[in-house]
């Protein structure tokens, strides 16, 4: 079975400023990895994901994440936020070749104010 | 435009009084879940399904049931709504075929509150 922990439940950051969202995730198996963020009042939209190659990912709306396997971590960057960028950021771990389960964080809300 | 879509979209109901959220989406995906979504225990599988009338049980199965009788329908249905039902209830889609991106897409949610 997967799991996924994200410590902080709430990131206040000034606007500008630089922020990480950290997330590790525990598993027996080989995992893709994924970040989606839910704005207010929405549905959840991809914002990057892992499944091979580069353990540097880019998505959208200029946040980058880091897969880690020696710290299975796969934590969430950006290098200057906006006061937009305040929304719920959701980890994600999903077992590679399957799409049974995907399996969630508790969810981090990024708070940007000016 | 591709997307997931639920109906409805809010819903106040009382105990007991069996209810259907629909689910619909139109990007021919073999592969179709439900979460619902609580503070602070993020989302959490209710049902999910790999293809029509292949179901099986996410991670709080209880108080729910769900068909898949055509590929792009996945109603979720409450036989007896409970208030311990109350939450946000979001549907996904995706297309887990080799090769493919594995990425889930969501619908806009259902927030059902049961009195």
């Known amino acids: 079975a997967q799991s996924v922990t994200q410590l902080d439940s709430q990131v206040p950051v000034f606007e500008e400023a630089p922020v990480e969202l950290r997330c590790n995730y525990s598993s027996s198996v080989s995992v893709y990895l994924f970040w989606y963020v839910q704005y207010p009042n929405q549905g959840l939209q991809l914002l990057l994901k892992y499944l091979s190659g580069s353990t540097l990912v880019k998505g959208i709306n200029g946040f980058e994440a880091e897969f880690n396997k020696s710290q299975t971590s796969f934590h969430l960057r950006k290098p200057s936020v906006h006061i937009s960028d305040t929304a719920e950021y959701f980890c994600a771990v999903l077992r590679t070749g399957t799409a049974s389960k995907l399996t969630f964080g508790t969810g981090t809300r990024l708070q940007v104010t000016l | 435009e591709a997307q997931v879509t639920q109906n409805p979209r809010y819903l106040i109901t009382v105990t007991g009084k069996k209810l259907t959220v629909t689910c619909s989406q139109n990007m021919n995906h073999e592969y179709m879940s439900w979460y619902r979504q609580d503070p602070g225990l993020g989302l959490r599988q209710i049902y999910y399904s790999m293809n029509v009338e292949v179901t099986d049980k996410g991670d709080v199965p209880e108080g729910y049931k769900v068909s898949r009788k055509e590929k792009r329908n996945f109603p979720l249905i409450l036989e007896s709504p409970s208030p311990n039902q109350t939450s946000l209830y979001f549907c996904?889609?995706?297309?887990?075929?080799?090769?493919?991106?594995?990425?889930?897409?969501f619908g806009p949610g259902t927030r059902l509150t049961v009195t």
């Open positions: 996904a889609s995706s297309s887990p075929r080799a090769g493919g991106s594995y990425e889930q897409y």
